[in-house]
């Protein structure tokens, strides 16, 4: 059979930069609605391992979220010699790319195989060769050898392999046939953990998908406050955040509205969460808008991942920055993130326990250290001495008259004696609510 004049674009995402969203220079990001996606996958040799995903895991749109999900890839037995899959497309197409994807840590990360295509006509032609039975002595033609393995090391990643060719299509073909073997022999975990196989019928420019928006628009009963969560990027965080991120944030919101009132001033009615790549830290808010980092919620999902957003929450309500604009005194940022974290650790979940501070930290502990440790500070404050000192520094920090008078005014001691003596409890007992 005819082929035209392939290439092979091999694309390496180091590890330490992969992310779910599976995103290359040169390689197209796996599609869901390529010809693969309806096309029949066999097991024509070989063995899957005990811990691998089915076959279905090649060309079921879906991705594993990290870089060790057994269950989200398919791949064969550990210490086998790999084997043979076979994709029937169900019919002669104008096949115009094949590409694979994997992901890992290690070497199960890099591919080795040689891809074989048929349109099933030749007079001797077996639809599902074995080994050490040679594909081309059986009416298949060799396509491509296919190695994405680095030099030296590390091999770990996420490694695409496209196929194709830059004058059109590469051939007509209703089966292609992938001998897949192991990236190394050093030890018994060298077989490829293939995340998708993707086969273009059309020119790349016309495959090429924009990503389905996946955002979840909330009203809070009750009021009208609404709020979005955007998992477009993340859309393997799209469950968690309807099943437990969302009801917290109807909750926590207008709870925190009425936690910081002051004089005249009404909360953002709307406000956004979105799960974007763009941004590396943990989470930030910038106006009513929050965003936060898809691989560190993924990391901390049943930890820090809701208590954080709660802390944004609170952001959203200070809307401190008016008070600056307009030549106010600029709010101490150690009370800025210090109320987010006192709410956060000592309203929201104070059986986490996660602003504690132990006696053999005391020393070090100062009262204006920011987020937990300004946050026992508070609760401190708060439980000793005035339970309405959170509002009265929200209000002047928002209306921009903070002094530290304040605290004499509430309490009868400066904030600096204040301190001292919260000091001293510590290196009796952890404060708590």
Do not use: C
């Amino acid at each position: 059979m005819a082929l035209g004049d392939q290439v092979t674009t091999v694309e390496v995402v180091p590890a330490r930069r992969a992310t779910a969203r599976f995103k290359f220079e040169h390689v197209l990001t796996p599609l869901r609605s390529d010809a693969a996606s309806k096309a029949a996958f066999t097991l024509v040799d070989g063995e899957p391992d005990p811990n691998s995903g089915d076959l279905s895991k090649l060309n079921d749109g879906a991705l594993p979220s990290s870089d060790d999900q057994p269950k989200s890839n398919f791949f064969f037995r550990d210490g086998s010699d790999g084997g043979r899959i076979l994709v029937d497309l169900g019919r002669v197409a104008d096949v115009h790319q094949i590409n694979s994807y994997s992901w890992h840590v290690g070497t199960r990360a890099p591919q080795v195989y040689r891809v074989f295509v048929s349109d099933g006509n030749p007079a001797v032609f077996e639809s599902a060769p074995k080994r050490p039975t040679d594909p081309q002595k059986v009416g298949w033609t060799l396509l491509a050898t296919v190695d994405t393995r680095a030099k030296e090391e590390p091999q770990g990643g996420q490694h695409a392999a496209s196929i194709a060719d830059s004058g059109g299509k590469l051939a007509a073909a209703r089966y292609i046939l992938l001998d897949i073997t192991p990236t190394e022999a050093a030890d018994t975990f060298g077989n490829t953990f293939f995340s998708e196989i993707d086969i273009l019928d059309r020119p790349a420019s016309e495959a090429a998908e924009t990503p389905v928006e996946i955002v979840e628009s909330v009203g809070i009963e009750g009021t009208d406050y609404r709020f979005t969560v955007d998992t477009t990027e993340a859309p393997d965080l799209t469950e968690w955040a309807k099943r437990d991120l969302i009801p917290v944030m109807k909750e926590w919101y207008p709870r925190i509205v009425t936690l910081l009132p002051s004089e005249g001033y009404t909360a953002p009615r709307n406000f956004s969460i979105t799960f974007t790549d763009s941004y590396r830290g943990v989470a930030a808010t910038s106006g009513n808008r929050i965003v936060g980092s898809p691989p560190w919620y993924r990391r901390n999902l049943k930890g820090e991942a809701i208590g954080s957003l709660v802390h944004e929450l609170v952001h959203v309500v200070q809307q401190y920055r008016r008070a600056r604009q307009e030549g106010g005194v600029r709010p101490p940022g150690w009370l800025v993130e210090g109320i987010p974290d006192y709410i956060r650790w000592f309203l929201y979940e104070p059986q986490s326990h996660g602003a504690d501070i132990k006696p053999a930290n005391a020393e070090r502990a100062k009262y204006d250290g920011s987020y937990r440790v300004s946050g026992n500070f508070l609760n401190w404050v708060v439980g000793k001495y005035d339970k309405d000192l959170i509002k009265e520094l929200n209000a002047a920090m928002r209306e921009g008259r903070y002094d530290g008078e304040i605290w004499k005014t509430r309490t009868g001691k400066p904030v600096e004696e204040l301190g001292a003596e919260w000091k001293s409890t510590l290196k009796e007992a952890p404060a708590s609510s």
